[in-house]
């Protein structure tokens, strides 16, 4: 904070020699013209002033915002009002402020309620995870009985890595997509889940090889993610980090605080089973924004870094949280997880059972009373939205509406997702909507009356406001990136396939999610995730 | 929806008439935002914000100028006449000049650049980009009022098929394509936009007693109007008085500095912007209006525009200290008051196409051209303003800044490992 008051001296400074100048100029230039003239130099200097006082106010804001990032002292602590419920522990945590980025309000936020859902049709999608080969080898068939845990398929190419089923039940499907590739396997699951009981580990005492093998054999690899290219990891690498974000900024995301409930004893042990596996931390990012209360499982979490961020979306994005705590070097990697995936993690290990178990937002505004539904991965979106979506012309997304996908009538939840919108689809024209709006509608523009509105709801549609183009504005994706990263010209690195520059610009430090608010805001309405996601598989191809 | 079912019921087909519909598509977008629904990947919602939005948000920052400068036309016409020299005397005679000289410039660069820029639109098979929406509207106001619609077509044609299409269409381009509608009528017809007797329009020559040239519009449109009103007519009569010059402030000054200018105008008109000049840039008041409006809504970079100020008053105060001429002891705040910085500044240093793209390189970039403008309209003899020559430089080199700026970007990420 020094920095800035200094700053703001200058500034205070600099208009007061700016206007010493200009009575200066009038004085000299001026002598003796009539009242008119006085009253409109008088015109001009206010307009002038004016000018100068908004750049250097906006100028002062950018500077702050860099001291902002830059400043983690110990002292800044919380004490920026945050009503996190305050141990002794938090006060000698980080607190890291970011101020670019943008909160999306919309409508259908999910209230703090949560039943338990009715599902019964289950599915792991072997296409969801990145690299897997088209057919993988399915240890199962139609029709057989298994239990939470059982192994359903591997990869050919590392057998190793076991991917298991969610709940107990009857395997009722192999489904096939292009060329045979093996795309769900579709489970009708039990009501009283049955769990395939698991070796027993003492994670204190056991070797770290010993560990990776349980993990590995039992179902728990694929729960974590590494970066760079967002796969399952790879066991001949440790982790330089791992992070874990627990809190969502994402637009009507899922307060994980809530969604942890009733599990905090599962999410230390995934904890303590994480601190065994990295030479370096295990970093828990808080949410340290005003009027967020942080369940005490994270505040109080053990064998972990706490740090404290604050800002608007994307600073629950753990790429954010990354790459302000220790930025991935070239040719390290570092885990990601979802707090859901933790607690899994950690009832493997204390209680012998592989249970993924999830608590699911409901949300967006064609969601009748969105809320919170307590089911298990990969469950059916149809049942899980069964009579609860108002309209007809609707799109179910999983995930939030910036970096979720659209869902059929057929689709199950993804691996990691632990949110469901409901949207209104977009496609209908509106006359000269791109001049006067009728409808109200998200915006980081100016041209916007939405910053009258800051806690305005806006009820989302899907239309895309407007037709693809080059790019033309510049600077704007970087207004919303809380991360020294070109976006604009990385993506350009990428379209053009220049791999150095790729990876001097960052493309490690990031995937989709965190590109999502950029493509949002983009006014030439490129496909900003897509275009990312191709440039992770040149690049990965390269390795 | 009577209309929209209207529409569509119009729509030629895209295999018959390829061109015929690139224009209907164009049109018709402009008319209805589009039905378009996101991608099954990647955001499910988008921003309000779109190109069209963009540019015409530039458009209507340029209104200001663009009514004053119309009425500035007929002013300075008959200021050069020794007739209604006060500002609003012979307020309909004035405007109506005005728009009979506006009116075919803005008709033949929009009619000139849009036409090139739906053919190749349909030659290759996109949608019309709104590009030319901006640049369109910017030619008219950087023209002198005379300029022969030939070579005003001659140069939109230039600036949009060589500075633009070739390079890929908007987005694309490397230099300011209505700078480069400028600087190619600068340099293929220097006399028709340089010199003291280009600013001023509706004479034959500018010499003292020349005759007003008044042609259909003004005798057989106007005048029998005005007089049935029983208001003034244009008279042709009327002829260039002696001693009137045509001289802008920025020509005097390079020839006898600061005073030499207040001889012939006072501050007051040349803040206002009633004095000679390409027929948008002299108002000052009004395009810092319009600059506002675009720093608020946040459509032009405002550090551009900072560090161009910020450029030129640098390079002035160096002047100032060197001393060697008049022109060069010109304060800044003169200079702001001559020429056509601030239009330069809000207007055209700003398209983010040409521009530096990132935002360090965005402040070199807007202070480079303050700095280099300020050298070229005063050291120049052959030219006595520098802000198109300097942008042009700048946004050659542009990308250069670029590329620097990365380059530490990259450097600092290697560092980490």
């Known amino acids: 904070m020094e920095n800035y008051k200094h700053l703001q001296r200058y500034a205070i400074a600099f208009l007061m020699l700016f206007t010493f100048n200009l009575s200066h100029a009038e004085s000299t230039m001026f002598s003796g013209e009539n009242f008119f003239t006085y009253s409109l130099i008088a015109l001009a200097a206010v307009l002038i002033f004016s000018a100068i006082i908004t750049v250097s106010n906006t100028f002062l804001n950018v500077e702050a915002k860099r001291a902002g990032v830059d400043a983690s002292s110990a002292s800044l602590g919380i004490s920026g009002g945050s009503s996190a419920a305050t141990s002794g522990s938090q006060t000698s945590s980080r607190h890291i402020k970011l101020k670019k980025g943008h909160n999306i309000n919309i409508t259908g936020k999910a209230e703090l309620k949560s039943e338990k859902a009715d599902v019964q049709r289950y599915s792991i999608m072997p296409e969801e995870f990145i690299g897997m080969s088209p057919i993988p080898k399915v240890t199962v068939e139609v029709g057989d009985d298994v239990k939470a845990g059982d192994v359903l398929f591997y990869d050919k190419k590392r057998p190793e890595v076991k991917y298991v089923s969610p709940v107990s039940g009857e395997v009722v499907e192999v489904r096939r997509g292009e060329k045979r590739s093996i795309t769900k396997i579709v489970i009708l699951g039990d009501k009283e889940m049955k769990y395939k009981k698991l070796d027993a580990i003492d994670i204190d005492k056991a070797s770290r090889e010993t560990i990776i093998n349980y993990l590995l054999e039992n179902g728990g690899w694929p729960l974590i993610i590494q970066r760079p290219f967002d796969v399952v990891p790879d066991e001949s690498h440790i982790p330089a980090n791992i992070f874990i974000s627990t809190f969502s900024t994402k637009p009507n995301g899922a307060d994980l605080s809530y969604a942890i409930k009733d599990r905090e004893d599962d999410f230390q042990a995934g904890i303590n089973l994480l601190s065994k596996m990295t030479d370096g931390k295990v970093y828990l990012g808080l949410d340290g924004n005003k009027g967020k209360s942080v369940a005490s499982v994270y505040s109080n979490a053990k064998n972990a870094e706490k740090v404290f961020f604050s800002g608007p979306h994307p600073a629950g994005n753990v790429g954010v949280q990354i790459h302000h705590i220790a930025p991935i070097k070239s040719n390290d990697v570092v885990w990601t997880l979802g707090v859901q995936e933790v607690a899994t993690l950690g009832a493997m290990v204390s209680r012998g059972i592989y249970d993924a178990q999830r608590t699911v937002a409901i949300t967006g505004g064609e969601v009748k009373s969105p809320n919170y539904v307590h089911t298990y991965q990969g469950a059916s979106v149809n049942e899980l939205l069964n009579n609860r979506v108002k309209g007809t012309d609707i799109r179910k997304i999983c995930g939030d509406v910036l970096s979720g996908h659209e869902c059929g009538d057929d689709d199950f939840m993804s691996f990691h997702a632990d949110q469901i919108s409901v949207i209104a689809e977009g496609d209908h024209y509106e006359l000269f909507g791109w001049l006067f709006p009728i409808k109200p509608r998200p915006s980081i523009s100016g041209t916007f009356p939405n910053f009258l509105f800051k806690n305005y709801n806006f009820n989302v549609d899907t239309n895309t406001h407007g037709e693809k183009r080059a790019f033309v504005v510049t600077g704007e994706y970087e207004k919303v990136m809380p991360m020294n990263i070109y976006v604009q010209h990385l993506m350009k690195a990428i379209l053009t396939n220049n791999f150095e520059k790729m990876e001097g610009l960052g493309i490690y430090e990031l995937t989709e999610e965190d590109v999502a608010l950029c493509e949002f805001v983009c006014t030439s309405k490129m496909p900003l995730q897509k275009i990312l996601r191709e440039g992770l598989e040149t690049m990965r191809e390269q390795q | ?417």
């Open chain 2, 1 to 417: 929806m009577g209309l929209l079912n209207f529409l569509k019921k119009i729509e030629p087909d895209k295999k018959k008439s390829p061109f015929l519909h690139t224009a209907y598509d164009a049109f018709f977008t402009f008319a209805y935002a589009p039905n378009t629904t996101t991608a099954p990947r990647g955001v499910q919602i988008r921003d309000g914000m779109d190109l069209k939005r963009l540019m015409v948000f530039v458009v209507l920052a340029l209104q200001l100028c663009y009514v004053f400068g119309t009425y500035n036309i007929g002013h300075q016409h008959f200021v050069a006449a020794g007739q209604y020299m006060g500002f609003f005397d012979g307020f309909h005679l004035k405007l109506a000049h005005g728009i009979i000289k506006m009116l075919p410039i803005y008709v033949v660069a929009l009619g000139v650049g849009l036409g090139i820029e739906f053919y190749f639109a349909y030659k290759k098979g996109h949608a019309v980009e709104e590009g030319f929406l901006v640049s369109g509207a910017l030619i008219p106001l950087i023209m002198p009022p005379d300029i022969p619609m030939w070579i005003l077509a001659l140069s939109v044609a230039f600036a949009v098929i060589l500075g633009k299409e070739v390079f890929g269409g908007t987005g694309m381009n490397v230099w300011n394509v209505a700078l480069l509608s400028r600087v190619f009528i600068f340099f293929a017809y220097p006399t028709t936009i340089s010199g003291d007797y280009v600013w001023v329009s509706g004479f034959d020559g500018l010499a003292p007693g020349a005759l007003a040239d008044y042609g259909f519009w003004h005798t057989s449109f106007f005048n029998p109007i005005f007089s049935s009103f029983g208001w003034d007519t244009f008279n042709s009569a009327i002829s260039v008085t002696d001693g009137f010059t045509g001289a802008t402030p920025l020509s005097l000054a390079a020839h006898g500095g600061w005073d030499n200018v207040l001889s012939v105008y006072n501050e007051n008109q040349m803040l206002w912007g009633m004095i000679p000049g390409s027929i948008g840039e002299t108002s000052k008041p009004l395009i810092i209006l319009g600059a506002l409006f675009l720093v608020m809504t946040r459509v032009a970079s405002w550090k551009i525009m900072v560090s161009m100020i910020f450029g030129a008053i640098f390079m002035t105060y160096i002047f100032n200290f060197w001393g060697a001429s008049d022109f060069m002891q010109v304060t800044w705040q003169q200079h702001f008051l001559m020429g056509s910085f601030f239009f330069a500044m809000a207007f055209m240093a700003t398209d983010p196409v040409t521009a530096a793209s990132t935002d360090t390189g965005k402040y070199i970039y807007g202070f480079m051209i303050g700095v280099i403008g300020i050298v070229i309209r005063v050291i120049n003899p052959a030219y006595p303003e520098g802000w198109m020559l300097a942008i042009l430089l700048l946004n050659t080199f542009a990308p250069l800044i670029d590329y620097y700026v990365l380059d530490s970007n990259m450097k600092k990420r290697l560092k980490r490992a």
